[in-house]
């Protein structure tokens, strides 16, 4: 099993952040990343929706024999993370309680930047005061930031203007913490970091759950040992248009996949491949 792949998946390519992590912390690691771009953004979704398309997805992985799931999505963290752990054989990691821990030790006035569904589910605020009940915690819900970045609208004076208007609650309780609670937002890092204080510290949760990965391979005996193989990329939505738009941030050109889910079992997938460039 040491040698099989790592799955993470996302709505789209917030999930870039943890691939990049894991890339930095685990070279020797093959993955399997997956984005589920033909139903972005999860973010507005209901609970059932995400749960059923967490389940899809875990399934299909579960078929490709993947050893190990980070779910690079702070939606599905949040409202599917504990419901599917029971309900497949493999370990299955979230990228909340490790950003939580992170900005515990960071600071004591931590505000959370997060999909609308990931600030209602308060599941940052629980996670925090799970550790700390003495840090205060406020949250944001930025429904306009995946959109923007998966258009590619990263460097607009639209999209400065937007995230002015959703830091502004959090400046005004001067936090000294911020967390991106969507691993689409450290994209947006240079726009947010020209808004924001210098003495306000930010917790990119991508770090802190791959540490948890490598923790949990080392304690299961599943590190790779292997050279690894390349990444293999799959979307459900446009494999062309996730491709143009992740070369900025993976430095190539991915051959891409397309998957479709949830009937992947009843019938075979349609592939879409882009030669590398």
Known sequence: MTSQRIGI????VGGLTVLRELYRQLPSESILYFGDTARLPYGNRRMSEIL????EILTWMQQQSVKMVIMACNTSSALALETVRSEFNFPILG???PGARAAVQQGRRVG????????ASNAYRRAIHEIDSTVQVWQVGCPAFVPLIEQNR???????????EYLAPLLEQQIDTLIYGCTHYPHLAPVLKSILPRTVRTVDPAVYVVRAAAQELDLLGLKNTSPPQPTRFCVSGDPHHFAQLSVQWL?????????WLPAVSLQPARI???ERE
């Open 154 to 164: 990263i460097h607009t004076q639209d999209t400065y203007q937007v995230a002015k």
């Open 112 to 119: 959370v930047i997060a999909t609308p569904a990931t600030a």
């Open 272 to 274: 879409e491949s882009l």
């Open 95 to 97: 990228v909340i309680l």
């Open 9 to 12: 998946f996302d709505s789209g």
């Open 251 to 259: 430095g190539c050109t991915p051959i891409v996949e397309q998957i």
């Open 52 to 55: 059923t398309f967490v389940r």
